[in-house]
């Protein structure tokens, strides 16, 4: 079983910046890749960004060259530095787990609100 623990949310002007984090607890498990969801009001749910335990990352569209995803391996923390950021990336944001064992079968954290005000 693994836990995760989501910090970092809140309400910020657009143009600023805030840096989300999720630490990931338990025993027994190795992780094959960490990353960070969104979902605004009456929206799907989307990947924002994700790592992997190469260090390999993918972003979506909208965030590239704004945000950055970034993983402390030691810790099992994977952390989202976001910057210049809009009203548009209102969202509660999720941490998102996959083990080695069972990628098909995520952890996800308990969501954190961001909210950009314009």
């Known amino acids: 079983q693994v836990q995760l623990v989501e910090s970092g949310g809140g309400l910020v002007q657009a143009g600023g910046s805030l840096r989300l984090s999720c630490a990931a607890s338990?025993?027994?498990?190795?992780?094959?890749?960490m990353g960070w969801y969104r979902q605004a009001p009456g929206k799907e749910r989307e990947l924002v960004a994700r790592?992997?335990?190469?260090?390999?990352?993918n972003y979506a569209e909208s965030v590239k060259g704004r945000f950055t995803i970034s993983r402390d391996n030691v810790k099992n923390t994977v952390y989202l530095q976001m910057n210049s950021l809009k009203p548009e990336d209102t969202a509660v944001y999720y941490c998102?787990?996959?083990?080695?064992?069972?990628?098909?079968?995520?952890?996800w954290g308990q969501g954190t609100q961001v909210t950009v005000s314009s």
């Open positions: 998102n787990v996959q083990v080695a064992h069972a990628p098909s079968f995520p952890y």
């Open positions: 338990g025993s027994g498990f190795s992780i094959h890749a």
């Open positions: 790592i992997f335990s190469a260090g390999d990352t």
